[in-house]
T-cell receptor, first 113, second 113 residues
């Protein structure tokens, strides 16, 4: 089945700098890759997603890139702010489905003042 | 903005007892899910539910687990005889169509003593 690997597990960046989180997946048939942000005491919240028919997607300070050949995708956060501190999960849905989500292990992002 | 709600927020139970975790999905959603997150680990898929039946379940979702949508609004997860290793955060999610975003509830923290 699908397996999603994510790194780093922890990331500290200075406020205003960029943060990059990288993930790989195993199922070449996967075609939907969401990213979730989880704040303390809350459920995961979708922040951006990408489908395998595009290579890059941007939404304000957040961008995601996808390399389907290499089976990896990345989250880029620019001009980081204190409220970006959270745990971020990459995910994939196996095969040609958008329902069952397979999550990575998460990256705890700390924004340093 | 509509949201997924879950009750209780925290459930403490003795090993061997039955627990029922409750979720109220977003009202016009058709697809429902349970995930769990053991402390410090990744979010894991448990089960998906559509059209009043289970669509898919993971290896974790054994005979001790069951789901039900008893009244068209609630979506419940029952664990018949809890084990220590069932201690985790349980998230409910719902989705309008299978290609849409999954919205997660805030979770129920289950502690089995």
């Amino acid at each position: 089945g699908e397996n999603v690997e994510q790194h780093p597990s922890t990331l500290s960046v200075q406020e205003g700098d960029s943060a990059v989180i990288k993930c790989t997946y195993s199922d070449s048939a996967s075609n939907y890759f969401p990213w979730y942000k989880q704040e303390l005491g809350k459920g995961p919240q979708l922040i951006i997603d990408i489908r395998s028919n595009v290579g890059e997607k941007k939404d304000q300070r957040i961008a995601v890139t996808l390399n389907k050949t290499a089976k990896h995708f990345s989250l880029h956060i620019t001009e980081t702010q204190p409220e970006d501190s959270a745990v971020y999960f990459c995910a994939a849905t196996p095969g040609n489905r958008d329902d069952k989500i397979i999550f990575g292990k998460g990256t705890r992002l700390h924004i340093l003042p | 903005e509509p949201e997924v709600t879950q009750t209780p927020s925290h459930q403490v139970t003795q090993m061997g007892q039955e627990v029922i975790l409750r979720c109220v999905p977003i009202s016009n959603h058709l697809y429902f899910y349970w995930y769990r997150q053991i402390l410090g680990q990744k979010v894991e898929f448990l089960v998906s539910f559509y059209n009043n039946e289970i669509s898919e379940k993971s290896e974790i979702f054994d005979d001790q687990f069951s789901v039900e949508r008893p009244d068209g609004s609630n979506f419940t997860l029952k664990i018949r005889s809890t084990k220590l290793e069932d201690s985790a955060m349980y998230f409910c999610a719902s989705q309008r169509q299978s290609i849409d975003e999954q919205f997660f509830g805030p979770g129920t923290r289950l502690t089995v003593l």
